[in-house]
Nanobody, 126 residues
């Protein structure tokens, strides 16, 4: 069974940086996408970024393009979200998720992702 554990959240001032990690255990899929979503209080969960594990295709929400990057460590089965130039509007709980069996693209909708971590809080002060 897939288990996702996020870490790296915290409190940072605007303009600062954080790196989130998502450790993935129990994965048995040959093709899949790992993604990051976030949910702020009173708002719906939204797509942030995603990475096709085989092939390395990535996609980002317009709101984070140029500021966030995504990477992976195959040996550790871990995905990272590097967040630079953080803004107060980036404040949210960040979740990692896995969309199994995805080939040829990066799905943006949360309905494609079957496995979710517990989330990690990111707070950006102004």
């Amino acid at each position: 069974q897939v288990q996702l554990v996020e870490s790296g959240g915290g409190l940072v001032q605007a303009g600062g940086s954080l790196r989130l990690s998502c450790a993935d255990s129990g994965r048995t899929f040959s093709q899949y996408v790992m993604g990051w979503f976030r949910q702020a209080p009173g708002k719906e969960r939204e797509f942030v970024a995603a990475l096709q594990w085989i092939g390395g295709v990535t996609d980002f929400a317009d709101s984070v393009k140029g500021r966030f990057s995504i990477s992976r460590d195959n040996a550790k089965n871990t995905m990272y979200l590097q967040m630079n130039n953080l803004k107060p509007e980036d404040t949210a709980v960040y979740f990692c998720a896995v969309a199994p069996g995805v080939v040829g693209g990066v799905p943006l909708g949360s309905r494609h992702y079957n496995y979710w971590g517990q989330g990690t809080q990111v707070t950006v002060s102004s």
